[in-house]
Structure formats: C-alpha cells, structure tokens
C-alpha cells in the first residue's frame, strides 16, 4: 500500500524521509509466519511519499490534493495519507510525539453574540475528521505517542487565554498546528483514510519563539517515523477503524 506523508515545510519532509529510510524491514514471512491467516504474510516496508505542501490549511489541502490527483493518475493511488510535522502541545503535552484520534478545524466557522460556533454547528459542514482509531493506536504505541483530538488553527495560538479557551472547547485536545485538517479534507475528498502525527516543538500559550525546540522536535519526528513504518507496512485498508 502507498503511504502519502504531507509535511508543512521541507525541514519536516527531510525529517519523515530520514526516519523512514532508518526503518528496519518487517521481520521475514520465512522466520516468523504470520500468528493467524487474517494477518497474512507481513508485507515489505509501506511505499511512502513525502511532500512538504506549504504552512496552512489551504496549502496543505491543496497540495495534497495535487499528490493524490497525480497518482491517481499515473495508476499508482495512495491507501492512507498522513498530515506529519512539528506542532505546539497542549499541557501537560509539552514534548515527545502526539497522534490525531480525530482531525479538528478549531477555527473554521464564525463568531456569533453566543461566542464561537463551528462549520458543524452553522450546518455548513464538518469542522472534524475522524481517523482510522486502531491504526492511530497502533501507530502511538509503536512511537511512544500521547493520543488525543489534534487541532488545526489558521492562526497559531499566543496567548493563554486562547489556549484556555481551545482546551475548554476540546476536552483532551493534545496538541494544535496548521495543516491536519486541510490534509485530511482532500484525503477525504479521495475517500482515504487520513492520520495526524506531530513531535512539540512548543507550549501552545503565549508566543515564545525563544523557547520553541524544533530541532529536537524534527529529530523526534524523525525517530518516529523510524518506528511505525512496520505498522503502516501491514496495516491493510478497509481494517477496522
Ligand atoms: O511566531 C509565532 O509566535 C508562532 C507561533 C506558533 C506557530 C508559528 C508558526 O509559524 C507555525 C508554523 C508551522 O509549525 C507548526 N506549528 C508548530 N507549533 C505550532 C503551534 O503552537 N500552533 C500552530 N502551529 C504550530 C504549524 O503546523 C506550521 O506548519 C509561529
């Protein structure tokens, strides 16, 4: 199955190449079989594509969507797409790697006397993705991740009241960047499967560029992607969510 990884920019996208070509190859069919017929033969490592789309919703859904249209093209379609990069964590998740148990546009709709309502809640659509959760809990436990409803802003958060504000809409929110939701709208325009992966590379609060780790947070990214290729390798589409 083809794996395609959007990244935001192309330090990301040197990130997930790095971890994936340091990935071991699943273990031989010929010295492990498979514990039982629905497993089937472990498969070889996923073939996985990295492009790095832009900062944003709107590039990442349209890059996206160039990715998918090309291959859909050239007779060689992608089974699952992944929206990977740095993000900011929501406390107590201030490091190490966060994985999407749904894709949340928290910032998509309008602002009403009431306060804030979503596209959902205008009726104009969806403001949220749901993701393949065995998958994502599989992929979480190969990269140490915490799992949690992933946000994705137009407008990186800077104060804490915002976060505050964000935390209380989305009970267990674990982290916020800019892309998820637009990777996951044209991966769902394609009827595919979408994950959200992100290392911390920042408290979301107030804004400080100073305290902001994205070397270490690439490098975990990378780490990451080290360790669940095996598990996108035999993860079959259609299994359960
Ligand atoms: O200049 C700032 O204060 C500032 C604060 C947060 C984010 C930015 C960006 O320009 C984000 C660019 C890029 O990184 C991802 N990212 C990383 N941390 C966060 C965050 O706390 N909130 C939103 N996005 C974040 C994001 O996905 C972008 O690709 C600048």
């Known amino acids: 199955?083809?794996?395609?990884?959007?990244?935001?920019?192309?330090?990301?996208?040197?990130?997930?190449?790095?971890?994936?070509?340091?990935?071991?190859?699943?273990?031989?069919?010929?010295?492990?079989?498979?514990?039982?017929?629905?497993?089937g033969p472990p498969s070889g490592p996923p073939d996985v594509?990295?492009?790095a789309a832009g900062v944003g919703p709107a590039a990442a859904a349209a890059g996206t969507a160039r990715a998918l249209a090309l291959a859909e093209r050239d007779g060689r379609p992608f089974g699952l797409v992944v929206s990977a990069g740095i993000g900011g964590g929501f406390a107590p998740h201030v490091d190490g790697p966060l994985v999407a148990t749904a894709i949340i546009a928290a910032d998509?709709?309008?602002?009403?006397?009431?306060?804030?309502?979503?596209?959902?809640?205008?009726?104009?659509?969806?403001?949220?993705?749901?993701?393949?959760?065995?998958?994502?809990?599989?992929?979480?436990?190969?990269?140490?991740?915490?799992?949690?409803?992933?946000?994705?802003?137009?407008?990186?958060?800077?104060?804490?009241?915002?976060a505050a504000e964000l935390a209380a809409r989305h009970p267990g929110a674990v982290g916020e960047a800019?892309?998820?939701?637009?990777?996951?709208?044209?991966?769902?325009?394609?009827?595919?499967?979408?994950?959200?992966?992100r290392t911390v590379s920042n408290s979301v609060g107030p804004r400080d560029r100073a305290a902001w780790r994205?070397?270490?947070?690439?490098?975990?990214?990378?780490?990451?992607?080290?360790?669940?290729?095996p598990v996108l390798a035999d993860w079959r589409e259609g299994e359960s969510t």
């Open 1 to 39: 199955m083809r794996v395609l990884v959007v990244t935001a920019v192309p330090a990301e996208r040197e990130a997930v190449t790095r971890g994936c070509r340091r990935a071991e190859p699943p273990a031989d069919s010929a010295a492990d079989p498979p514990s039982d017929s629905r497993s």
């Open 49 to 51: 594509a990295v492009v």
């Open 108 to 162: 998509l709709g309008a602002q009403t006397h009431d306060g804030f309502a979503s596209l959902t809640e205008l009726g104009f659509g969806t403001d949220r993705h749901p993701v393949p959760l065995a998958l994502a809990g599989a992929v979480a436990k190969a990269a140490g991740a915490v799992l949690g409803p992933v946000l994705t802003v137009s407008t990186a958060t800077g104060t804490a009241e915002r």
């Open 178 to 197: 800019m892309e998820g939701f637009g990777v996951a709208e044209a991966a769902t325009a394609l009827r595919l499967p979408a994950l959200e992966i």
């Open 214 to 229: 994205v070397h270490d947070a690439l490098e975990e990214l990378s780490d990451a992607f080290t360790r669940i290729m």
